[in-house]
């Protein structure tokens, strides 16, 4: 019953039109250019996901494939290494699955596993590998246990929740602030804290560089988790929504003897939980992907966070494709899921703040 | 339960004057409406009372003691707005209580105090309810009830019942008068319909422009208006404004020799004989309501228009549009202003609605 439903549903999401009975040109246009949204937006993703697991040699194969494919290869008595097993069209026509002992220019010797006595001389352009979907595992678990994955990951998660908590708290005050009382300067003080989006990182790196040092958190997650606490876009954004509240509301809190403390904490903040779960998501997609602060402050191992800990298979000589690419996919993983059962917040909460 | 004093209350809004000197003593247990057109200051008034707003100049008491610049949640008083203004997120209860828990009330006290109010209220089966969850009518009983359970000082609504379709207000109107009754507290209640200030008021205060145009019981204000604008705005239909040349023997100046306008309720307007009219008037339109009829006139000055008059008549008419009908304006109920529009009263005789 539900299965039908669901399929009912999907069909009526992949088929719905523009009204009228039959296919409009409009209606083919617009699915077209949904189809191009989607292949943008998600082909790199699914790109990433499906190298992931792909081997080095098969990352660096020419022409690339998209599914992790690896040749395969067969132990042949009297060879200590295992041989990559081809499939070769013979002179006669017919079609023999051999393995490769070596290639020797244009000729490949080659030994029937079979029959691993006789060794048989082909053209190199007469085979093609023998080829079978392989998912290179180790890819995830070699890091997971070599590489101190956890303690990044707890880093990760300490600076995004703590981060987090402290932004909401002091946006949400601020934000109270701005949209609450009436005061000489609330304009200028508005236009302030909007002022500041227009100043990127890089040009305030060096002086909040100076102050963390003097402040002595550097190497400390605190030095990742203070600078940004206090953010312009959370403080916008909650005001926005803090003033569509009645102010009848906060008035009748006034008369019902509730001090200024309760009102922000039993009347404004539960009325603004939509506006604060938008704040909530941004900040951990912020916190968690953030990476160029964090890697300016943290210097030692230890208190790398997971960006930044990715970096580090990327050599000044080589890069461990096949790891940073698994590690990108596992650090994505729970900012994806935060996304995908908080979006509905998104989307009604941006509708309401009015910020797009 | 308090008495209020006002001294000299001014409001500005940068240059705009909203309040222009407020002077207003209310004793202790009376219920007093502020009424008055919109824009007239009243809401303003109510929530400097409250203290939402602060004064410009004055000051106010509170059962002697000065509040002047005491914060509205100091001050004790208990407030109803337009919207309710109920807390969305809260039960029936938890907005009930809220008020309680801030003034650090025990629990078993908060919960007998609620319960007692929602009785009263019949809103016991609704106490687990959101706001949302609620009809017009009950949101307005659970504001009432926010308020109730505070016991506070002075109850003030600021025109609770405009949210209200008409049935239920006059249904709603009815319960605050039998809740003043019940509960005795000083209450002051801002509306813009005069049904409301006559049917619950012990004294009604009519504003104008930020000031207090005439303050007194409802029939005091529509036997005796203080001057033409509360002659206008008390009473329905209007009480009819006349230029004082129109009826005979009046014309001369009658006997205070410096009224410039009559006035009579629709209710003092009888037709008579044509020897007895003092003029004849043409009836443009009939109102029957069954048990009383309406006449929309209008008398013949010369002009293009007619001067309106409305006639009120017990029972039903037989007359029709165009009809030409002679009219007699009671003596002992014409109202009488000068030029500048106050009433000219040489008789200590109260000019009574009903003889």
């Known amino acids: ?356 | 339960m308090a008495g209020l004093e006002l001294r000299g209350i001014r409001k500005d809004y940068g240059s705009t004057a909203v309040l222009k000197g407020i002077d207003l003593s209310i004793a202790d247990g009376e219920f007093v409406v502020f009424v008055g057109p919109s824009g007239c200051g009243k809401s303003t008034l109510l929530r400097v009372i409250a203290g939402l707003e602060t004064v410009t100049a004055g000051d106010i008491r509170i059962d002697g003691a000065e509040v002047t610049r005491t914060a509205a949640s100091d001050r004790g008083l208990a407030m109803v707005f337009q919207s309710y203004a109920l807390y969305p997120h809260m039960t029936v209860h938890q907005n009930m209580s809220f008020a309680l828990e801030n003034m650090g009330i025990a629990k078993p006290e908060i919960a007998a105090r609620v319960d007692r109010a929602a009785r009263m209220l019949r809103l016991t089966d609704y106490l687990q309810r959101r706001p949302a969850a609620l009809s017009g009518g009950q949101r307005q009983r659970v504001a009432i009830g926010r308020a109730i359970v505070r016991d506070p000082k002075i109850f003030l609504f600021d025109e609770p019942l405009s949210n209200l379709d008409a049935e239920l207000r006059v249904a709603t109107r009815k319960e605050l008068a039998a809740l003043h009754a019940e509960i005795g507290g000083t209450m002051i209640y801002v509306t813009h319909d005069q049904v409301e200030a006559m049917t619950l008021a012990d004294r009604i205060v009519v504003l104008n422009g930020g000031r207090i145009e005439q303050i007194g019981t409802p029939l005091e204000l529509y036997n005796r208006p203080a001057n033409l604008f509360v002659a206008g705005f008390i009473g329905s239909p209007r009480m009819n404004l006349l230029p004082t040349e129109l009826v005979r023997g009046e014309a001369a100046g009658g006997e205070t020799g410096r009224a410039a306008t009559l006035g009579i309720r629709p209710e003092h307007v009888e037709p008579c004989g044509e020897a007895d009219a003092d003029l004849t008037v043409r009836v443009d339109l009939v109102e029957q309501l069954g048990g009383e009829t309406f006449l929309y006139t209008s008398a013949n000055t010369g002009g293009p228009n007619g001067l309106p008059l409305t006639i009120r008549c017990d029972g039903q008419s037989r007359l029709a549009r165009g009809d030409l009908l002679p009219v007699r304006l009671r003596r002992d109920h014409l109202h009488r202003f000068d030029a500048a529009g106050l009433a000219c009263r040489p008789d200590p005789l109260p000019a009574r609605s009903h003889s």
């Open chain 1, 1 to 356: 019953m539900t299965g039908k439903l669901r399929t009912g549903k999907l069909g009526r999401l992949l088929l719905a039109r523009r009204g009228g009975a039959s296919w409009h040109w409009t209606d083919v246009a617009s699915y077209a250019y949904l189809a191009l949204g989607v292949l943008l937006m998600f082909g790199p993703v699914l790109w990433l996901a499906l190298s992931s697991f792909k081997t080095p040699a098969a990352l660096l194969e020419f022409p690339p494939s998209l599914l992790p494919m690896a040749q395969s290869e067969v132990s042949v008595q009297g060879y200590p290494q295992p041989l990559p097993l081809f499939r070769v069209t013979m002179e006669d026509g017919s079609v023999r699955e051999l393995a490769q002992v070596r290639r020797v220019g244009i000729v490949a010797q080659m030994v029937d596993p079979a029959a691993p006595g006789q060794t048989i001389r082909v053209p190199a352009d007469r085979r093609t590998p023998v080829r079978h979907m392989a998912l290179a595992v180790e890819n995830y678990t070699d890091p997971l246990t070599q590489f101190d994955f956890l303690r990044f990951l707890r880093n990760s998660l300490v600076v995004t929740v703590v981060a987090t908590i402290i932004t909401l708290i002091i946006n949400s005050m601020a934000a109270y602030a701005l949209s609450v009382y009436e005061f000489r300067g609330k304009s200028v003080a508005m236009l302030g804290v909007i002022g500041t989006l227009m100043i990127p990182i890089t040009i305030i790196l060096a002086p909040v560089y100076l102050v963390v040092t003097k402040l002595g958190f550097v190497d400390s997650l605190w030095a990742v988790i203070l600078p940004g606490a206090a953010t312009p876009t959370g403080v916008f954004l909650l005001r926005q929504y803090m003033l569509t509240i009645p102010r009848d509301l906060i008035e009748a809190a006034r008369m019902d003897k509730a001090s200024e403390w309760r009102i922000y904490a039993r009347i404004v903040m539960p009325l603004s939980m939509p506006a604060l779960a938008v704040l909530a998501i941004f900040s951990v997609m912020w916190r968690w992907n953030e990476f160029l602060w964090p890697l300016a402050v943290l210097t030692k191992t230890e208190v790398h966070t997971l960006p930044i800990a990715l970096n580090a298979f990327q050599g000044e000589l080589q890069t461990q494709w096949h790891y940073l690419l698994a590690m990108t996919v596992v650090t994505l993983l729970p900012v994806a899921l935060v996304f995908a059962f908080l979006q509905r917040f998104i989307t009604s909460g941006i509708a309401n703040t009015g910020m797009k």
